[in-house]
Nanobody, 119 residues
């Protein structure tokens, strides 16, 4: 069972900042595009940001300019720096590792960490 271990969620006021971390097994981390997704109550899980092994990033429009995804290959850890948080960012945030091998995609997920932004 592959484990992605998230940390860093919590309660913050609007306008504040949080940093999420996700540690993955090295064997998975080094061949994966890593990402963060979120799911708010009553809504579908949605992409927040992804980062490839080469450092290329992709962001949801709603978080561009406020969130920054990064990865530390030496620590097999991916981060999500969240600034200027809004109540609409409240959700459970999930770390994701996606491998693509010979055209087959496999997804690995963390257990989720709650982020709550108060107004």
């Amino acid at each position: 069972q592959v484990q992605l271990v998230e940390s860093g969620g919590g309660l913050v006021q609007a306008g504040g900042s949080l940093r999420l971390s996700c540690a993955a097994p090295r064997s998975l981390f080094m061949i994966s595009t890593m990402g963060w997704y979120r799911q708010a109550p009553g809504k579908q899980r949605e992409l927040v940001a992804t980062i490839t092994g080469g450092g290329s990033t992709n962001y949801a429009e709603s978080v561009k300019g406020r969130f920054t995804i990064s990865r530390d290959n030496a620590k097999s850890t991916v981060y999500l720096q969240m600034n200027s948080l809004k109540p609409g960012d409240t959700a459970v945030y999930y770390c994701n590792g996606r491998t693509t091998i010979f055209g087959r995609e496999d997804d690995y997920w963390g257990q989720g960490t709650q982020v709550t932004v108060s107004s």
